[in-house]
């Protein structure tokens, strides 16, 4: 077990009775750690299934979920591998009752969020809606209920956002709704008050580890706490130079706290990197260097000095897509590279995707976009999601709106006003309310007819999908209920180019054909919340797709280029890496603007997480890095002079070596192939003369 090990990390793996914390630099083997001690823990007898690896995307927990395997075997899959909201998922639909809470309870996403708000504080406002989501979140994620908000207000705009917040939580208590924070937070509470919950969950985990600790929030300690108990059996592993989520309440408090809270706490420290170059590896530890240390940590490699960090000056943003296009190709007609999957593309923003993506299909070269938006976002798969989660929870009023209007099916604004109106009347779900006897007191028989077949319809279909089991059955069902609603007519009626109509009926039916596959037992859960890949109903996977950020989690090992956000970018790594936008304002991003300018002290921490994040980018590469920058940049429809980014000084690399033009390269390689054919046929030709 101790093969690919150093004697660091060995000394982590095998310190099984007590909480111990990893704490080391980017690509030192962290992750390697956990998944090695997974596999220790097995052979010193703990059983797979009380053992919880907690991962910071669904996409990590799969990939974890791989390696694992393939060390231990068959008997990893009974390990309890997922995000902390996989696990909170879990641990509510078990014992979600206590807090009265039924186990079928829809999870809103982030639009839902929004509606929902909009409604409760009587705006159509979208951007107020969003501040008020903001900082309900944050309230949540301290531990707060709109009551505790409400008291510790400092002034009238919170003291309102506070009153929403009472209102926002009525709602999603009716709806049998909750939402991302819910996740983490209800867990909590559910521990903290109810004894026996606690105890149960204390005594099924035999051993908890958490990757990516940096990035854990205070509820999610509180949490894991609870889960622990007081024998505090864990393993945290994490880089507190690598902590990025700060501004979503992330906070580097929990790795302070836990040498206080666990006094027998282990600490262990691993300093070889067997990721990236000393040139790569040297450019970071230049960048980091300027933030305050949490930790003294040093870090070598020994893979050799490898080829010198680039530096891409470039005249537009188009101009740097083109070089990086010509960058990849480059790479390839070396023979440095030979996979596309080899290369990433990583930048600050979503929207500084586009240009990349233009050049890369220009090129042909094929590329997948992650962490940007996702399918589930999507306005098809959305409204098909809608209806799932009606038939999983009626009661939840945001998916009853999308499905009874969603193709449109003769029932009007007006009626499903008034239904509204009756249904908060008397504290009924919308689903609930549509079959009151009274109903017609407030609607006319024709309108109360046709929610009354609308409402049958669903039950009808929610009592099909929970007796559809495997993959056949779900697909001829799923393609059958399209056909019963005009879903794809209602999509070529609603787009006026063909086209991007066929688009969105493809992605439904691959959203079908996925789906479908997981009632088979074909997939993997992804998202943890049911490990086994038995065959399952077609209503019991519709309860676990709320929680699924991406679908391209099946499509892991294509070969394909990769276009990333740094954040999403986090714990993974490429041979060769293009660092793009990178200039002032993007990153670090904007961070002059937020106090017009001041260096005030929030300034200076949101400064030094964009350093992290730098970091971060930088530590995703093994053996090339380029880091490009344009002179103009796009500030929403103007295009503006742009400056490098400051962090590109802060590497300080070597001045000689910097400047490169890849598409010199790229010409002298083609003249040469140019030659090399020319040469051949000539020589062919001869030889053919001379026969
Ligand atoms: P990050 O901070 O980016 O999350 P990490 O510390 O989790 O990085 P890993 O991803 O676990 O680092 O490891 C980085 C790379 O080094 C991986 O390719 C891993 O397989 C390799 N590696 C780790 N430890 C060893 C070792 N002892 N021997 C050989 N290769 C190793
Ligand atoms: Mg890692």
């Not at 078990?94 to 639009?111: E, H, V």
């Amino acid at each position: 077990m101790s093969a690919g090990l150093n004697l660091a990390q060995q000394e982590a793996v095998n310190y099984m009775h007590g909480p111990c914390l990893v704490l080391a630099g980017a690509g030192s083997g962290k992750t390697r750690v956990i998944t090695h001690k997974i596999a220790r823990l097995i052979q010193a007898g703990l059983e797979a299934k009380r053992i919880a690896a907690i991962t910071f995307t669904n996409k990590a927990a799969a990939e974890m979920r791989e390696r694992a395997k393939s060390l231990v075997g068959r008997e990893a899959k009974e390990v309890l591998i997922c995000t902390f909201h996989a696990l909170g998922v879990r641990m509510m639909r078990q014992d979600g009752t206590a807090l009265g809470l039924k186990p079928q309870f829809s999870i809103l996403d982030s639009d839902d969020v929004t509606s929902i708000l909009k409604d409760a504080g009587g705006t159509t406002d979208a951007a107020t809606a969003r501040q008020w989501q903001w900082a309900i979140s944050a309230w949540k994620n301290a531990g707060l209920n709109a009551a505790q908000a409400l008291a510790q207000a400092k002034d009238d705009n919170e003291r309102i956002t506070a009153k929403v917040m009472e209102r926002y939580e009525e709602r999603l208590t009716a709806y049998q709704s909750v939402d991302f924070d819910d996740l983490i937070g209800m867990p909590l509470r559910l521990l903290r008050d109810f004894p026996e919950v606690r105890e149960k969950w204390q005594k099924a985990l035999g051993h908890v580890l958490v990757d990516e600790y940096q990035d854990t929030n205070a509820t999610q300690y509180e949490l894991l706490k609870l889960l622990l108990g007081e024998r505090g059996r864990f393993t945290a592993v994490g880089d507190d130079d690598q902590s990025i989520y700060g501004w979503r309440g992330a906070t580097l408090d929990n790795l302070r706290k836990l040498p206080q809270d666990y006094p027998t706490l282990k600490v262990v420290k691993l300093e070889q990197n067997y990721r990236s170059t000393s040139a790569i590896l040297r450019a970071a530890n230049n960048v980091i260097q300027p933030n305050p240390k949490l930790f003294p940590k040093t870090l070598f490699s020994e893979l050799g000095e490898g080829e010198p960090v680039r530096v891409v000056d470039c005249d537009s943003e188009e101009h740097e897509a083109e070089r990086m296009v010509a960058r990849i190709q480059s790479i390839r007609a070396n023979g440095a590279g030979k996979d596309w999957k080899d290369f990433a593309v990583l930048y600050r923003a979503n929207h500084q995707a586009r240009v990349f993506e233009q050049a890369l299909r220009k090129a042909q070269i094929p590329y997948k976009v992650s962490g940007g938006q996702s399918f589930f976002d999507r306005a098809e798969i959305r409204d098909l999601c809608g209806w799932l989660r009606l038939w999983v929870n009626n009661d939840d009023d945001p998916a009853f709106l999308r499905s009874v209007t969603t193709p449109k099916r003769g029932i009007g604004h007006q009626t499903l006003q008034s239904l509204g109106t009756f249904a908060s009347q008397y504290k009924l779900s919308l689903f609930a309310a549509l079959f009151s006897p009274s109903l017609g007191s407030v609607l006319n028989a024709r309108a109360v007819g046709s929610l009354h077949e609308f409402g049958r319809y669903v039950n009808d279909l929610e009592f099909r999908a929970r007796h559809t089991v495997g993959a056949e059955d779900a697909k001829a069902f799923l393609l059958e209920w399209l056909k019963d609603i005009g879903y794809e007519k209602h999509l070529y009626d609603g787009e006026d180019n063909e086209k991007v109509a066929a688009a969105r009926w493809t992605n439904v039916l691959d959203f079908i054909d996925w789906m479908s596959a997981r009632c088979g037992g074909e997939i993997d859960d992804t998202a943890g919340v049911t490990l086994a890949t038995e065959r399952k109903t077609l209503l019991e996977v519709a309860q676990t797709i709320a929680l699924l950020s991406t679908i391209s989690e099946r499509e892991k090992d294509q070969n394909v280029v990769t276009l990333s956000t740094l954040h999403a970018s986090k714990g993974l790594e490429w041979p060769h890496v293009v660092l793009a936008g990178c200039v002032e304002g993007m990153l670090p991003f904007k961070p002059e603007d937020a106090d017009g300018g001041a260096v005030t002290e929030s300034f200076v921490q949101r400064l030094q997480e964009e350093r992290r994040l730098m970091y971060v980018g930088i530590t995703r590469a093994q053996r090339s890095l380029a880091v490009s920058w344009s002179k103009k940049r796009k500030k929403g429809r103007e295009m503006v002079p742009a400056q490098p980014s400051r962090f590109i000084a802060e590497m300080a690399l070597d001045k000689t070596t910097v400047k490169e033009d890849p598409r010199e390269k790229l010409k002298a390689l083609r003249a040469e192939f140019a030659k090399k054919s020319a040469d051949a046929a000539a020589a062919a030709a001869a030889a053919s003369g001379a026969a």
